[in-house]
C-alpha cells in the first residue's frame, strides 16, 4: 500500500507556492487535501497536482482557554524577542487596541501579566499549558479519530501560524505521525506567532534558520531544514511568461511607454497607498512625461476596499490596473481568498515587463530582483495619513529588514519631489539587490526538488 501525505493549506499563497510548484508533481505517495476550500478552488488545485482524496475539515472552534495561552504566550515571546534583538518595533505585531467590552477585558489581562513572564522557561510552560489545552477541545479527538482512519506518513502545512493547524498537528503526533511544517515569510519569524509544533521545520536559507533558533532555541537544529522556497521558482520557466502583445492587448498597457509598476500592500500595512498613487500620478503629468510612462497597479490580493477607486479614475490614461487573478468566497477573509493558476504567470509577466517597482516595504522587492529590476522603497508619510499612528518610519525598522547587507539594494523614495528622478532612473543597483537575495531567500533553485525529498525523508 502507497504511503499517504495530507496536505493542510490555510491560505492562498500556501497553494501558489506548493501547489502549483512542482513540490508536489510525480511523487509516489498519496496525496489527501485536508481542507475547508470550496469547489472552485477544489477543482483549480486538482487541474494542477494530482490529488488521491480530499477531505473536509471538521469545524473547529478555539477555547477561551486555548485563546487565553494562545495569546499570552504571543505577547509574553514579543516582550521576550524586543529585549533579545532589542528593537521594540516588534510590539507592534500586538493589537493593542480593542473595540469590544469582552475583547478589552480579556486583552488587558493578558497585557498585564505577560510583562512578569520574564524568563524564557516560563514560556516554555505556557506552551505546555496551550498543548494541553488544544488536546482537551472536541475538534482534537475529531480530527484523531481522522488521521486514524487515512494512517498518512508524513502531515505537511504551509503555514506556521494557522490555529487549527496546531491541534492536527498535536493528534498526528500523539499518532505517531511525522508532521512538517513551512515558515511561511522572511518576516514571521519575529512576530511570535509559531503556533504549531512539528518534527520539521522547513525554512527558506541559513539567516531564517538562525531566526528560527535564536527565537525558538527549544527546537533542534537537526529539525531546521534549508530547501529554499518554491514561490521563486516561477521565474525561472519561460513558460509563465505571458506573450507580450497578448499581455499588453489584454492590459491596455503600451507598448512605446515604459512600465511603473505600483503594488500594493494590504490595507494595515500600507494604509496610504492610493495617496502614494496619487503623488507619482500627479509628479508624472506634472513633469509631462505621460507620453513615455504609464503606471500598472497591482492591488494586493486581499484589498478588497476600492480605495485605489478614486485615483485610478481620476487618472484612467495613466494608470492601467492589473488585478490579481485570485478566487475568493462571499466573506472575502484573507484566509478564504485562493489565487489561480493563471495569477502565476500574470505576476511573472507584471515583473518581466515593468521597469520597476515601487511600495512600502513589500517582498515584491525580490520578485522583481528575479529579472534584475530595481524596485523604489516609498519612505516618507503623508500629511493627511488615513492612521493617524501610522508611519513608514517604523516599517524600515522592522527586523526583517535588518537582513539587508547595507541600504543599496533599493532605491529609497523620501518624499513626493524624488518621485521623477528616482522612478525614471531605473538603473538600480542590482549588485546589492542579489547579495540581498543571497541572503534571504538562499538558494531557491530546485527548491521543489529539496522540499519533497525533505518531507519523504524526514
Request: hydrophobic share 35%.
Amino acid at each position: 500500500m502507497k504511503n499517504k501525505i495530507v496536505l493542510l493549506f490555510p491560505d492562498g499563497v500556501g497553494i501558489r507556492n506548493y501547489l502549483y510548484s512542482d513540490v508536489f508533481k510525480g511523487i509516489e505517495e498519496d496525496l489527501i487535501l485536508f481542507h475547508n476550500f470550496d469547489s472552485e478552488t477544489i477543482r483549480a488545485v486538482k487541474e494542477n497536482v494530482s490529488i488521491d482524496d480530499d477531505i473536509v475539515i471538521p469545524k473547529y472552534k478555539e477555547s477561551v482557554k486555548e485563546k487565553f495561552f494562545r495569546e499570552l504566550i504571543c505577547l509574553s515571546r514579543l516582550y521576550y524577542n524586543t529585549e533579545k534583538v532589542d528593537n521594540k518595533t516588534l510590539l507592534t505585531n500586538w493589537n493593542w487596541k480593542q473595540k469590544t467590552f469582552s475583547k478589552k477585558l480579556f486583552y488587558k489581562t493578558i497585557e498585564r501579566i505577560a510583562p512578569y513572564v520574564k524568563r524564557y522557561s516560563g514560556i516554555l510552560k505556557l506552551e505546555k499549558k496551550y498543548q494541553k489545552a488544544i488536546r482537551q477541545n472536541p475538534f482534537y479527538n475529531e480530527v484523531k479519530n481522522i488521521l486514524r482512519r487515512i494512517e498518512p506518513s508524513v502531515v505537511f502545512c504551509s503555514h506556521q501560524r494557522a490555529l487549527n493547524a496546531a491541534t492536527i498537528f498535536a493528534a498526528a503526533t500523539d499518532l505517531g505521525i511525522k508532521t512538517t511544517t513551512v515558515i511561511y515569510s522572511w518576516d514571521n519569524l519575529p512576530k511570535a506567532r509559531l503556533a504549531l509544533r512539528a518534527d520539521n521545520y522547513l525554512v527558506w536559507s541559513e539567516y531564517m534558520k538562525k531566526e528560527l533558533k535564536l527565537y525558538y532555541p527549544e527546537i533542534s537544529s537537526d529539525a531546521i531544514h534549508i530547501t529554499g522556497t518554491p514561490q521563486f521558482e516561477f521565474y525561472e520557466n519561460e513558460k509563465n511568461i505571458i506573450e507580450k502583445v497578448i499581455f499588453y492587448e489584454k492590459y491596455k498597457l503600451d507598448s512605446c511607454k515604459k512600465i511603473i509598476c505600483f503594488s500594493g500592500d494590504d490595507t494595515k500595512t500600507s494604509p496610504d497607498d492610493p495617496s502614494y498613487l496619487k503623488d507619482i500620478a500627479e509628479e508624472i503629468i506634472k513633469a509631462n512625461l505621460q507620453g513615455e510612462y504609464q503606471i500598472l497597479l497591482r492591488r494586493c490580493p486581499v484589498d478588497f476596499s476600492g480605495r485605489f477607486d478614486a485615483v485610478v479614475n481620476e487618472n484612467k490614461d495613466l494608470i492601467r490596473e492589473v488585478p490579481p487573478l485570485w478566487y475568493f468566497s462571499t466573506s472575502k477573509e484573507w484566509n478564504a481568498v485562493y489565487p489561480s493558476i493563471d495569477d502565476v504567470k500574470l505576476l511573472v509577466s507584471t515583473a518581466f515587463y515593468s521597469d520597476i517597482v515601487v511600495n512600502v516595504g513589500s517582498t515584491m522587492a525580490f520578485d522583481f530582483g528575479m529579472f534584475n529590476k530595481p524596485c523604489v522603497f516609498i519612505n516618507y508619510d503623508q500629511e493627511n495619513k488615513k492612521v493617524k499612528d501610522w508611519s513608514v518610519k517604523t516599517i524600515y525598522k522592522y527586523q526583517h529588514f535588518k537582513s539587508m547587507p547595507n541600504g543599496d539594494a533599493v532605491i529609497w523614495l523620501n518624499n513626493k519631489e524624488e518621485i521623477i528622478e528616482k522612478l525614471t532612473n531605473v538603473a538600480g543597483n542590482c549588485f546589492e539587490m542579489s547579495q540581498w537575495e543571497k541572503i534571504v531567500l538562499g538558494d531557491y533553485k530546485n527548491a521543489s526538488e529539496r522540499i519533497q525529498q525533505t518531507i519523504k525523508i524526514n
